[in-house]
């Protein structure tokens, strides 16, 4: 496994984690329960961070040279994109 492929797979593990955490913290203060475990917490707020960082990086990025006529969210978006790999990954 190259450097590329294991980014991309951390990256993707930290969204998805972040995702099925804050459904399930969304779903319990919802319920009306005024607690939450601890350790569900303390995984929420990390990987809260990491995403968090993840975007402030892309959205940090200079603009591309090429993009006449777009408005400054899609270029952002496309500096988005611009982070994954070219390449599939495979060797």
């Known amino acids: ?10 990256v993707e593990v930290c969204l998805i984690g972040f995702i099925f955490l ?24 990390i990987l809260s961070g990491l995403v968090g960082g993840i975007f402030a990086f892309a959205f940090g990025l200079p603009s591309p040279s090429s993009s006449e ?8 978006v496309h500096n988005l994109s611009n982070m994954m790999t070219s390449g599939t990954g495979t060797k």
Not at 22 to 45: D, H, I, M, Q
């Open 69 to 76: 006529g777009q408005d400054k969210v899609a270029q952002k």
């Open 22 to 45: 804050s459904a399930y913290v969304f779903y319990t203060c919802w319920k009306g329960e005024t607690r939450v475990n601890e350790p569900v917490l303390y995984l929420f707020n």
């Open 1 to 10: 496994m190259n450097n590329q492929s294991l980014i991309r797979l951390m």
